[in-house]
């Protein structure tokens, strides 16, 4: 490959043991996630009213599939040191020759389900401020996103003035807000809001409610993409792209080959459709156009998405490496760009892999190449 600059457009952070206890309002701290081991698990985060994360499978990158499983007993200090010590994170990008990563959180993805939305909130409010100090130590390698709770569309506003003000870059919303939905009037001001203060809105996988799992458990690993694609059926087809074109809007981890005949097929339920399955506001444009021009999409090693590239909006595709979660393809991510990048042109490569991220959160990549 001749890739001057790569950036993942979605990493993670292993939140370490001490930080919800740390960083958490005093009222919550009796209740905050903590650490403990369970046998033959291993370390696992604890979360009141939710299953346990087992630590061994969310940070197991690089790891080989045998030594996935749920009886590898794993301690937290097993773990990538990188995923919680932003030093050792630059060796580990290096490692996998990526520049810089916008960062998002592992068990604050799980925590993006909790009914209780004050703990939420709560618990919220405790990463982003350790997440801003994570960042701030390398903060041209290291983009965080913060995170809201999203209990009324007013607090929305709050938190994403709080996470700007905190250096962070963007801001992850849970799948389920707190007072209707997304594509109600009643979040016009906070979109309104997220432009103004020019913060991309992320939703990843695993942020919303389960859909009812049918047969083996693995068939739920395919389910996961399918929260994602109904968030940005409901944005486009509801209209809030329509009332707010200059919106931002990434698809996180949910792959990116399904993106054309997504397109295709809101396209057709639109114009076959739209008299009698009503869309709640008029759309003056073809919905796939919303799609190409307010969505951005991530994806790893899906080579479909490589293939179809020409057949979606190739400017907003986002190359990542996911470290150090399972689906990681840390540390051989450039064997594997090699291998998939064969189809792409010298342009496509250079926005796919760095350029549409860079654009989309303000980086400089002649910084990075400098300081690299």
Sequence with gaps: MNQAVIISADSHIVEPPHLYRDF????????????????PVGDV?????????????????????????????????????GGHDPDARLADQARDGVHAEILYPTVGMVLCNH????????????????????????????IGNGQSAMRTPEE?????????????????????????DYDSPVYDDFFRAAIDLDLPLSFHILTMRDAKLRGPRLNGFLQIMRGCQDIMGLLVLGGVFERHPKLHVV?????????????????????????????????????SEYFADNIWVTFQDDWVAFRTADMMNWRHLMWANDFPHSDSTWPDSQALLAEHTKVLSAEQCEAILSGNVAELYGIDRAELLAAS
């Design 115 to 142: 009914p209780d939305l004050d703990f939420r909130k709560a618990c919220f409010d405790a990463y982003n401020r350790w997440m801003s100090e994570y960042c701030a130590t390398h903060p041209k390698r290291l």
């Design 156 to 180: 929305g506003i709050l938190d994403l003035e709080s996470i700007r003000a905190l250096g962070l870059r963007g801001v992850m919303l849970p799948g389920q807000p707190g007072v209707a």
């Design 251 to 287: 698809c996180v981890e949910a792959d990116a080959g399904w993106v054309p005949h997504y397109m295709y097929r809101m396209d057709h339920a639109f114009d076959r459709h739209r008299n009698w399955l009503h869309t709640g506001q008029p759309l003056s444009r073809k919905p």
């Design 45 to 81: 985060y604890l979360i009141e009213g939710q299953r346990p994360v087992p630590l061994g499978i969310a940070a197991a990158a690089g790891k080989h599939v045998s030594e996935i499983r749920l009886d590898a007993a794993i301690r937290f200090e097993d773990l990538p040191l």
């Design 24 to 39: 958490i309002d005093p009222a919550f701290r009796e209740r905050a996630p903590r650490v403990e081991y369970v046998d």
